[in-house]
T-cell receptor, first 114, second 118 residues
């Protein structure tokens, strides 16, 4: 158990819908990262928050957004869903926001868009 | 931009045999390399990492990786594998900007599925 929790574990929805994925980092970690894992794209970095502020952005679509709240949990919002958004979404947390930090990954949320 | 190439998508091997999972990277700035393991239906776990110093790094469960700057490689090895090592292994590089600014985000390779047969 990494100490990072993600809810829900599974999510099945229809095209055009909007969903929210939630992540609680390890106790004391200030940085949260979101990654998408799909068969065709592999594991891709989406976005990073550090202590409530956006720190870095990767290949995140405009239909996707995220935020980190004062209690440091984070939410990833996916809207106008398409079939291609079906994937495993991971959240990871680390103490700071440095290349030397170990990132601890949650178990992931499997999103299926029908 | 940094990138990671894992040369083998699948590696089948018999129990107690040695194994090498290959990883090559490209980077224009300082390099920080990681190997993560993903067991079925689980998240990723850090196996080992190279930040600086000795080019040979080891994990607690017998894996080791060697950073080779001239060949831009970070291959993962284990002299004798167990059934429990069956998993997907990901090589990753951490981004460091040209001015030395680091955010910690990881760029992953496509993964190598290691299957250990009895």
């Amino acid at each position: 158990d990494s100490g990072v929790t993600q809810t829900p574990k599974h999510l099945i929805t229809a095209t055009g819908q909007r969903v929210t994925l939630r992540c609680s980092p390890r106790s004391g970690d200030l940085s949260v990262y979101w990654y998408q894992q799909s068969l065709d794209q592999g594991l891709q970095f989406l976005i990073q928050y550090y202590n409530g502020e956006e720190r870095a952005k990767g290949n995140i679509l405009e239909r996707f957004s995220a935020q980190q709240f004062p209690d440091l949990h984070s939410e990833l919002n996916l809207s106008s869903l398409e079939l291609g958004d079906s994937a495993l979404y991971f959240c990871a947390s680390s103490s700071w926001a440095s290349h030397t930090d170990t990132q601890y990954f949650g178990p992931g949320t499997r999103l299926t868009v029908l | 931009a940094q990138s990671v190439t894992q040369l083998d998508s699948q590696v089948p091997v018999f129990e107690e045999a040695p194994v090498e999972l290959r990883c090559n990277y490209s980077s224009s700035v300082s390099v920080y390399l990681f190997w993560y393991v993903q067991y079925p239906n689980q998240g990723l776990q850090l196996l080992l990492k190279y930040l600086s110093g000795s080019t040979l790094v080891e994990s607690i469960n017998g894996f080791e990786a060697e950073f080779n700057k001239s060949q831009t490689s970070f291959h993962l090895r284990k002299p004798s594998v167990h059934i429990s090592d069956t998993a997907e292994y990901f090589c990753a590089v951490s981004d460091v900007e040209a001015g030395g600014t680091s955010y910690g985000k990881l760029t992953f390779g496509q993964g190598t599925i290691l299957t250990v047969h009895p």
